[in-house]
């Protein structure tokens, strides 16, 4: 089990170039049983973000089918505080013949899995817990490696890798989307700078937040454009319409733990067995060790009776107040992709997210498919989104219209 108040750390001295700091870093993890990852020693100093700590051959389920070689990684990235992490991850690099400049690279960002160890994309089996995602989400992501693009992946910080996992913190996800970039041009020379943010649900969230600070995170890097599909927004409003008894929100229950936990990775204050009512600790034990399938099997417990009575919630609101779409702009050009059908992030959601983006005068473009639901709209949205790059990466701007 993780507990982020409990976790002792292994300190070892190296001064992060960007940060002009002593830093720290665990040697060590909660290596889960289904996807163990491997760190290997510790590494020298200085550990800039993006070095590459560990390279090693990928061939479960998480590995790209048509990719020539696909890697698990560890990398260093920077928390939400500014703070020296490792992160984990996998670059997948098409056969393809590397065009003049390298290979464009996709860098995905993952909806929700949970905050587990054993919730990391890149230790997925075929028995994984979250492998009825993943397994949705790998047949688009083998599309865009079969058409000549490096596809990378990043567990996010705290997941697969020492520290607790800061749920829908945007700043530390636009981190970890970033960095592995740097990482996976370590692995192969002919890894390009061009590169697109992509990701889904709780990713599009992060790929919004790397579409505003990824181009001055890595200057030395071409962020060309984002993708955001199903972007999560909202989440600073789900605590208090759970905590009013709205029975509406039955099904955002099961988020209510890990939502919980993310804050208090970032917020040790936040305590979510003082928030959470007697009835609902079970839920917050699956969040612990389990993945979001966990937490939606344990048995339903009434919507009134999430919270303890009087329950204050004002850091907890806080924080995710912070974590909003309101709170940026994309900087660079961005699709957002959204399905009619989907009852997790609904039309209405996104629309008011982009006109808020039009507003403050970025360039976005806005397609919708009827009928796709929360995941459907991944697959659905693949042409689009090829389209999209393509024609970003031909020097060619946002489809007009949208704005």
């Known amino acids: 089990m993780k507990d982020v108040r409990k976790k002792r750390f292994t300190r070892i001295a190296g001064r992060i170039v960007a940060l002009g700091a002593l830093v720290s870093m665990v040697a060590c993890s909660n290596a889960n049983a289904e996807g163990s990852l491997s760190f290997g020693e510790e590494p020298p100093a200085p550990l800039s973000p993006g070095t590459l700590v560990t390279s090693h051959d990928l061939t479960e389920s998480a590995a790209l089918p048509s990719a020539a070689k696909n890697q698990r990684v560890t990398y260093m990235s920077q928390s939400a505080s500014g703070e020296a992490i490792l992160v984990s991850g996998v670059v997948a690099i098409p056969k393809t013949p590397a065009p003049v400049g390298g290979w464009p690279v996709v860098s995905w960002a993952h909806g929700t899995t949970g905050v587990a160890d054993a919730c990391a994309p890149s230790a997925d089996t075929p028995n994984g817990r979250v492998h009825d995602y993943l397994s949705v989400v790998d047949q688009t992501l083998d599309r865009w490696v079969e058409n000549g693009y490096v596809v990378v992946q990043t567990d996010y910080e705290g997941l697969g890798t020492p520290g607790g996992h800061p749920y829908m913190n945007g700043t530390s996800e636009a981190n970890a989307v970033t960095d592995i970039v740097r990482a996976a041009r370590q ?32 200057p030395e890097l071409n ?12 989440t600073a409003q789900i605590p208090e319409l759970v905590a009013s008894g709205n029975q509406s929100m039955a099904g955002g229950v099961p988020f209510v733990p890990i939502i919980l936990l993310g804050v208090q990775a ?19 034990e699956a969040a612990r060790t389990g993945c979001l399938a966990a937490v939606r099997a344990v048995p339903p417990v009434p919507v009134d009776q999430i919270f303890r009575e009087g329950a204050d919630l004002t850091a907890l609101t806080a924080n995710l107040n912070e974590q909003e779409l309101t709170t940026v702009a994309p900087k660079v050009p961005t699709l ?23 507003a403050k005068g970025s360039a976005v473009e806005f397609k919708t498919y009827e009928g796709a639901d929360h995941r459907g709209a991944i697959a659905a949205s693949y042409e689009d989104a090829k389209d999209f790059t393509s024609r970003i990466l031909a020097g060619g701007r946002v489809t007009p219209g949208t704005c």
Do not use: Y
Request: aromatic share 6%; charged share 15%.
């Open 266 to 284: 970032v917020d040790p204050s936040v305590v979510p067995e003082q928030l959470l009512s007697d009835q609902a600790q079970p839920l917050l």
């Open 223 to 234: 962020l060309k454009g984002a993708v955001s599909i199903a972007p999560g927004n909202g």
């Open 336 to 358: 957002f992709a959204q399905g009619t059908a989907d009852v997790l992030v609904s039309v209405a959601s996104t629309t008011g997210a982009v006109e808020d983006f039009c």
């Open 187 to 218: 692995i192969d020379e002919h890894v390009g700078k061009d590169w697109f943010a992509m990701g889904h649900s709780q990713g599009g969230q992060a790929v919004v937040f790397t579409s505003a600070i990824g181009k001055d995170r890595a």
